[in-house]
């Protein structure tokens, strides 16, 4: 698996105005404070404790790695990150999932933490590209350094690959 040799990083502390940000792997204690910073977006028609439920059991979720932006010892942003699912090919990372606490949107959280992973996971030897999935507009995604693969509303990111040929992976 992609993920286990970098899983416990604690790897970005980056200064924007009057925040100190951090970026590292979540800890478990973390896990429903980072559920909940999408609840708003995804949790529709459900109450909170069916919407923490579902992410609490979900196997999708249990199968990557979460990380979190933190301001002042508290997560503000978070994101998983997949490997060896999806279809993603040897060397390729999966990221999903991003969201930010809705106190705290429109900061340039987000883009911080997707930005400071993606180098991350890039700067690893053995990857060949990230992927995600396009929620939201392209642009947002475009302006951090993702294309477009044409067809859909997956995105990808490499320095080893211009240009992305073949199937691109399954919604994650």
């Known amino acids: 698996m992609n993920i286990i040799s970098i899983q416990s990083l604690n790897f970005y502390i980056h ?17 429903d404070i980072i559920y909940l910073m999408g609840f708003d977006v995804w949790g529709e028609g459900l109450s909170r404790d069916e919407y923490l439920a579902g992410c609490q059991s979900s196997k999708k979720y249990q199968s990557g790695v979460w990380y979190v932006l933190v301001v002042d010892e508290k997560p503000v942003s978070s994101l998983i990150v997949y490997s060896d699912l999806f279809g993603l090919g040897q060397g390729c990372f999966g990221i ?7 106190a705290m949107r429109g900061k340039g959280f987000g883009s911080q ?56 992976p399954t919604y994650f």
Request: proline share 6%.
């Open 15 to 31: 200064e924007i105005g009057e925040y100190k940000m951090q970026i590292r792997t979540a800890c478990r204690h973390e896990l």
């Open 96 to 102: 999903g999932s991003l969201a930010t606490d809705p």
């Open 113 to 168: 933490l997707l930005r400071g992973v993606t180098e991350m996971l890039l700067n690893a030897p053995n990857t060949v590209a990230t992927f995600l999935h396009a929620d939201i507009g392209h642009h947002y995604y475009e302006r951090l350094g993702y294309r477009r693969i044409p067809g859909g509303d997956c995105m990808y990111f490499s320095h080893r690959r211009p240009r992305y040929v073949g199937e691109p």
